[in-house]
């Protein structure tokens, strides 16, 4: 997350939407302290991957005009994204690694998506893994009506120079630099394809996203 006073923006980063370069470019900007979520104080509520809603609050909560602020964050496929955050936890998370090491089975990506829930307030994942609530969102849930401008990062290149001129900031000479590598699609059945599909029909139909052809 980025909060620029001088030039009155804020970058919010929604996990795993390829946009964590963008993220770094614009960190020169940052003028607050961005905590880890278990380190937040009152003092510095800020913490990264913090949801438009409570940013929001905390700047009511400091007396700050939220509405006077440029607010800007990045989408991605959902397709893309869940993939992603399923190899993340299968990756790092302790728990399915000590299942893997002992040879216990771990859900696969068309078990696990079906048990996600994206709401804020949900008791899956531990504090320090609230990303995963967060990556899970459709945009318009993370959104909650307060953005600006939502940028596709699949449409960064073409999208981003007009938001950096209208901030006064300087165009980086090659914004494809700016692009995340992907996690290479997992397979999954056609049933969730559909599921996912409802589940995220608004994030779909906004910004033209295609299912994979990628098929158990």
């Known amino acids: 997350m980025i909060i620029s006073h001088r030039h009155r923006f804020i970058f919010f980063h929604q996990p795993l939407t390829h946009a964590g370069h963008l993220h770094n470019y614009l960190e020169t900007w940052n003028e607050e302290p961005i905590e880890q979520i278990h380190r937040r104080t009152p003092e510095h509520p800020f913490y990264r991957h913090m949801p438009p809603t409570a940013v929001k609050k905390a700047f009511e909560n400091l007396g700050w005009d939220f509405s006077s602020y440029r607010r800007i964050t990045c989408t991605s496929n959902p397709y893309v994204r869940l993939s992603a955050l399923h190899t993340r936890i299968n990756r790092h998370d302790p728990v399915w690694r000590m299942k893997s090491f ?115």
Not at 127 to 147: E, F, G, I, Y
């Open 102 to 216: 002992i040879g216990l089975k771990t859900p696969n990506f068309d078990e696990w998506v079906k048990q996600l829930s994206h709401k804020t307030n949900s008791k899956d994942g531990t504090v320090s893994q609230h990303w995963r609530k967060m990556a899970a969102m459709p945009c318009d849930t993370w959104c909650a009506n307060l953005m600006t401008d939502i940028i596709p990062t699949e449409r960064l290149e073409s999208e981003l120079s007009t938001v950096l001129v209208q901030l006064k900031l300087p165009i980086p000479p090659n914004i494809s630099d700016l692009l995340g590598e992907p996690e290479p699609l997992v397979p999954m059945k056609r049933e969730t394809i559909d599921f996912i599909a409802t589940r995220y029909a608004r994030d779909i139909a906004v910004y033209g996203y295609d299912a994979p052809n990628s098929l158990t």
